[in-house]
């Protein structure tokens, strides 16, 4: 029974001492690479072949731009062979891996996956801004990114054929690739127009692409003033144009800029009317007034330049009118109202009463217009009791003032 257990433990410790022997061989061991090939196109097949004395517990770590796998191998007459996946093999650049064998790195390298040059390449091209100002200063700038069927970009020092055409004149450049782009500066005109640019990298030429060059700021300008006649009758306009305005390089300024008119009447007042170029030219009108005026015109496009000043002078055309009271003088008619030819004013003459006590105290201002030719103004026994009054009228800048009582 002794003799028994004694064989049982002799058995146990050898089969101990022959697997510690096993694992301690599999972690001395270090497998060597056959492959030497560390420079390699985007989608070129890449393998890594190692040489073993037989099977061992391998993986390999794989790890670039995209992030890192961990990848089992295939077993090749006793070696063991990794293929890198597709998605490692696409993309451009440095990719590192590392040997694991029993959970322990044992020894790494690095592959260099260079842009697939003999496929045909894919330009990426942008330009902006899509409008700039006629001069010496602005631009506009044409970036270029040359990639290949795996949108690798390609390395620093590509050249990059640039073009650009304004009018009559096309020019070339060639351009090197710095930092992973082409790029230059495309300088404005003093003439207004479009700027054509484009790219090309060996077979593959950019869509058209295009910059518009705006006139700059408009500079002094003159204006003039036209109108049927010269008489303050509130109906006619006088119609105030300019002439051709331009930039200072002589472009015609853009269509649609506002002019803004500015009428400074004798009084002081400020009149305005505002007006878009078309072709360069701005119009605007505006109605006579309705009593003698002297006026002073000055246009303006806000922020870039200034007109000339012109007048305009006109004459009365409303010389008189009569004031008919009712009995009670508390009915006023005014009129007829006749202009230059003895005509009806048109209706919407201005016609203002001021009403004073018998003391000068101010009590109310009352305004009508002008109907076929006649204004009517009453007054109300609630508002205005018996008593003596004295009244200012106006109406074509004519004054007249009465004394009276009312009375019913």
Known sequence: MNLKYFILIIL????????????????NFRPQIISNKTIYEAGETISLEFKTNGEVDAKILLKNAYGSSLIAPELNNNNI???????????????????????KSVTKGELQILPKSKAKPTLETYFGPRSITAGIS??????????????????EGTDVLFRSQFLNTISENT???????????????????????????????????TSIVFPSNAVKFMIKADRNHNYADGNQIIKFQTDVILDKYKNIVSDGTMVNFIVENTHGA??????PTIRGIASASILHPSE?????????????????????????????????????????????????????IPDGILIQLEIYNKSGKHLETKKVSSIKGFGHINLEKEYH????????????????????????
């Open 385 to 408: 009791p018996n008593g003596d009054y004295h009244l200012k009228l106006k109406a074509a800048g004519i004054h007249k003032e009465f004394d009276l009582t009312l009375d019913e």
């Open 12 to 27: 146990f410790q050898l089969s101990c001492s022959r697997e510690q022997v096993s694992i301690t061989h599999a972690e």
């Open 138 to 155: 602005d631009y506009s700038m044409l970036v270029c990114v040359t990639t290949d069927i795996y949108d690798n970009v390609f390395p």
């Open 81 to 103: 062979v990794f293929k890198v996946p597709v998605n490692y093999r696409k993309k451009a650049g440095i990719c590192n891996w590392v040997l694991i064998v029993n959970g």
């Open 292 to 344: 003698k005026d002297d006026w002073k015109i000055t246009a303006y496009v806000t922020g870039a330049a200034k007109s000339n000043t012109i007048t305009a002078k006109f004459k009365t055309a409303i010389k008189d009118y009569e004031v008919i009271f009712s009995e009670s003088n508390r009915s006023i008619t005014i009129g007829p109202l006749t202009s230059f030819m003895q005509q009806l």
């Open 270 to 275: 400020l009149l305005n009317t505002v007006a």
């Open 175 to 209: 351009i090197t690739s710095k930092d992973l782009i082409s790029w230059k500066n495309i300088p404005t005109t003093k003439k207004a127009g479009r700027i054509l640019v484009n790219t090309s990298f060996k077979e593959v030429t950019s869509s058209e692409l």
